[in-house]
């Protein structure tokens, strides 16, 4: 049986070059579980295997996509049985191990999570490994005292895919939420996702001055890292905690170890790729309960896989704003 996918193959020169291929399936990995793919996404990560590699691709040909999901075709693993409906994120899929960019899958079952009632595969797929690292970091911050009515929570980054997700999800929670970003366009978008101030990138955007300044956040979701990261430690309130879930604004912190000292403040490290499969069946579950979905489908834009060479360059440029689904079948 024949199945489309976009392929991305490397040159004699070392360049990328993507395209939709009609594959064999013999040609798919090993693996315990074989899954028809209904949808995937589109992630930071994605636009680096659809394009330049990112150091992220091991060999080519290959198909990137790290999040799918879809129905169970045939499995060698008593857990799954055709039919089963399944979402996948993380585990280096579509990264070293082929993703989920095309019409057919071939995994580990220890990567799988059976997909919760009441989540549809294009929802699943529009939370995708957005989604998931933002329950993630809600768990985080939860699990270490942050309560609504504390003061506001601070999610930078909150046009993107995590952001706005972490926007939405804490916003029905009941969280006071303060979402950064430095696109003016975008203010309608998150206030209609729940956040109730709007803080421009600029006010954050400057190196560290000073070790602290005045207690302002009761928490934070940080998808930028760098610069940023390092001047909110210094506005967290006592004991609050920071999820750290991205690098969009660098790999460095240049920060002082002040805030931990003397405020107590808690640096969340937020690792979605190799999360144990119990904590992956709480958060999914969770996701199915307390996604907004009407806002949800208020964050989506779609796509098929002729669109995703141009999506990979437009995410690594940062021009893709909330959700983008990507329909295989299409």
């Known amino acids: 049986m024949t199945f489309r996918a976009l392929v991305v193959e490397k040159d004699a020169e070392g360049k990328t070059h993507a395209a939709v291929q009609v594959l064999d399936e013999a040609a798919l990995p090993a693996g315990d579980v074989t899954v028809a793919v209904e949808y995937s996404t589109i992630n930071y990560k994605d636009g680096l295997c659809i394009g330049p590699g990112g150091g992220l691709v091991r060999a080519y040909p290959h198909v990137p996509g790290i999040d799918f999901a879809g129905v169970v075709e045939a499995s060698d693993d008593a857990r799954y049985r055709p039919g089963d409906r399944v979402v996948l994120t993380g585990w280096r899929v579509g990264e070293a191990h082929w993703g989920g960019y095309a019409q057919k899958a071939r995994v580990k079952a220890d990567w799988l999570v059976p997909l919760p009632e009441g989540l549809t595969t294009r929802a699943a797929m529009a939370v995708g490994t957005a989604g998931f690292t933002s329950m993630l ?78 207690e302002t956040w009761a928490g934070c979701i940080d998808a930028v890292g760098g610069a940023m990261l390092a001047r909110v430690l210094g506005q967290m309130k006592h004991g609050a905690s920071v999820a750290a879930v991205g690098l969009a604004g660098g790999a460095s912190l240049p920060a002082t170890v002040i805030p931990f000292l003397l405020r107590g403040v808690n640096l969340l490290g937020i690792d979605s790729v190799t999360q144990p499969y119990a904590t992956r069946v709480v958060a999914w579950d969770r996701i199915a309960r307390e996604m907004p979905m009407d806002l949800l489908e208020g964050m989506i834009s779609t796509a098929t896989l002729v669109d995703l060479p141009r999506l990979g360059e437009e995410i690594l440029a940062g021009q893709v704003r909330g959700r983008v689904v990507v329909d295989v079948n299409a």
């Not at 706005?164 to 006071?176: I, K, P």
């Not at 696109?183 to 001055?209: D, F, H, N, Q, S």
């Open 137 to 214: 970091a809600v768990m985080a911050l939860e699990a270490h005292g942050m309560q609504p009515g504390q003061g506001p929570v601070l999610v930078t980054g909150a046009a993107g895919g995590v952001g706005s997700v972490a926007v939405a999800l804490l916003a029905r929670a009941g969280y006071e939420v303060a979402a950064v970003t430095g696109r003016p366009e975008t203010e309608a978008y998150l206030r209609g996702l729940g956040a109730t101030r709007i803080v421009p990138r600029a006010e954050l955007a400057e190196t560290v001055k000073r070790p602290l300044e005045t």
